[in-house]
């Protein structure tokens, strides 16, 4: 067993919800305590979600997509939406049991596209050995899905470009 306790879902949502709200030129402006306050905001809807569905896991970058739910659309909004798109698109991600076969069932696609897009990939995420073997994928590859949702929140910090890209996954066929 490994010395370092594991953490537990509420702790990794806390740490989620302190990482928020940082770098959009929108929220520049807003005094800390009103940060502060969003960031409080999320961890309440995070946590609500995870209590209505215990059987889910918190996978860490939902942080991302609650911020900007909270955002644009404020508290009461933003938890519902980030239900209904949860239960409607990410179940099979934050369920144990269906996990796995998302990961692989997605995996292909996200390899040709960082192949294509980022040739040196290996190299730059460490990754020895077989990629397919199903161990290393999971071990190696398994931010692919937070990545999915969350990497233009990361990287673009521009609400505009964020809601657009939103839009565009909300509207379009399951595969995307």
């Known amino acids: 067993p490994s010395s370092t306790p594991l953490k537990t879902k509420h702790e990794i949502i806390e740490n989620d919800a302190a990482r928020s709200f940082i770098g959009f030129k929108e929220l520049k402006n807003l005094p800390e305590a009103d940060l502060q306050n969003q960031r409080r905001e999320l961890s309440l809807i995070l946590h609500h979600f995870f209590e209505r569905h215990p059987g889910l896991s918190y996978y860490q970058g939902l942080n991302s997509f609650g911020e900007v739910l909270l955002i644009y659309f404020g508290k009461s909004l933003a938890s519902l939406i980030l239900d209904r798109w949860c239960m409607k698109y990410l179940k099979a991600y934050l369920s144990n049991e269906d996990f796995d076969r998302e990961i692989k069932r997605h995996m292909f696609v996200a390899l040709k596209i960082l192949e294509k897009e980022v040739p040196e990939y290996r ?19 398994g931010f692919i899905v937070s990545w999915i949702v969350t990497w233009f929140s990361y990287k673009m910090k521009n609400l505009d470009r964020i809601f657009r890209n939103f839009d565009f996954l909300m509207c379009s066929p399951p595969h995307m």
Not at 123 to 141: S, Y
């Open 123 to 141: 190299q730059i995420l460490g990754i020895e050995g077989d990629i397919n073997d199903p161990a290393v994928a999971k071990e190696r590859l």
